[in-house]
């Protein structure tokens, strides 16, 4: 067995001798984004560094939790905060949490995001359930051996964001006269942000918007079979012609400012789910 394997297998163990049992959806929040835990009535709360084989999370705005528990009755497990490529991680261990929660049971992964708007119509703190993407991160998670346990050497991508979920997700928003637009994302690696420059050109090959990170991990649940979605926020408008500089804490307060709408409609989808 492959030492990352064996590493896959005994995180899963761990969890689920910790009371991880039959998780139905598996949640990543992402930066600035973490109401969505006061939702869920809360069994178990383990920080990364108390799990075996998890990386830390050493972006200090980002909590390192794994959180168990329900919402609407419906079990779930949920990462307060997720690994960066730009924190030098390797795209193995970013992906390592996906792969666990599929060995624990996961049956559906609700992804988001903080992302740089591309897309003139986008404004801040508009939510975007992505459609489709565009990986320009250099490094790939399935790169390597491959075992039959991982899942297909090369899977298919011509749907990576399910379309029942998305359906789904569509269906809640609209119930709750939330605004849910669809985009294209871009995956670049960070942690700066872009020039005008390069604004333009993710404009130009179709991007909507842009953030350094999910891409791997939406690989990764393809791969292993695990239906996802990704709804990301709106933190920054990146318009080529006049661009605002922007800061980490700017982002981090948009983020908070459509946090609680995120949640609510990540709630309504996840009791749906049961
Ligand atoms: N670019 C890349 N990542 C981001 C951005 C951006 O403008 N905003 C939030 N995450």
Request: glycine content about 8%; charged content about 20%; aromatic content about 10%.
């Given at each position: 067995?492959?030492?990352?394997?064996?590493?896959?297998?005994?995180?899963?163990s761990f969890l689920i001798e910790n009371g991880f049992k039959e998780p139905v959806v598996g949640i990543v929040l992402g930066t600035g984004l973490s109401e969505l835990i006061k939702l869920i009535e809360t069994e178990k709360t383990i920080a990364y560094e108390?799990?075996?084989?998890?990386?830390?999370?050493?972006?200090?705005?980002?909590?390192?939790?794994?959180?168990?528990g329900r919402i609407s009755g419906v079990v779930v497990v949920a990462m307060q905060g997720r690994?960066?490529?730009?924190?030098?991680?390797?795209m193995q261990q970013i992906?390592?949490?996906?792969?666990?929660?599929?060995?624990?049971?996961?049956?559906?992964?609700?992804?988001?995001?903080?992302?740089?708007?591309?897309?003139?119509?986008?404004?801040?703190?508009?939510?975007?359930?992505?459609?489709?993407?565009?990986?320009?991160?250099?490094?790939?998670?399935?790169?390597?051996?491959?075992?039959?346990?991982?899942?297909?050497?090369?899977p298919d991508m011509s749907q990576p964001y399910n379309k029942q979920l998305n359906q789904l997700l569509l269906n809640k928003a609209s119930e709750q006269l939330t605004n849910l637009k669809k985009g294209i994302y871009a995956a670049v690696v960070g942690p700066n942000l872009e020039t005008r420059a390069e604004y333009r050109y993710l404009r130009n090959i179709?991007?909507?918007?842009?953030?350094?990170?999910?891409?791997?991990?939406?690989?990764?649940?393809?791969?292993?079979?695990?239906?996802?979605?990704?709804?990301?926020?709106i933190t920054d408008e990146c318009d080529p012609d006049n661009l605002q500089p922007v800061d980490i804490s700017e982002i981090i307060a948009v983020a908070g400012?459509?946090?609680?709408?995120?949640?609510?409609?990540?709630?309504?989808?996840i009791s749906a789910l049961g």
């Open positions: 067995m492959s030492e990352y394997l064996k590493q896959i297998k005994e995180t899963a108390n799990i075996p084989n998890f990386p830390l999370s050493t972006v200090e705005f980002h909590k390192g939790n794994l959180v168990y690994f960066h490529y730009y924190e030098g991680y390797t992906t390592f949490p996906v792969r666990v929660m599929k060995e624990i049971g996961v049956k559906y992964l609700l992804l988001s995001n903080a992302a740089g708007g591309i897309n003139p119509a986008y404004k801040k703190g508009d939510l975007i359930l992505l459609d489709d993407h565009i990986n320009l991160q250099p490094e790939n998670p399935l790169r390597g051996l491959n075992l039959p346990e991982f899942g297909n050497r090369f179709g991007a909507d918007l842009v953030g350094m990170s999910t891409v791997p991990e939406v690989i990764v649940a393809n791969q292993v079979g695990l239906p996802c979605a990704c709804v990301s926020v400012k459509a946090d609680k709408r995120l949640s609510q409609l990540f709630a309504a989808v």
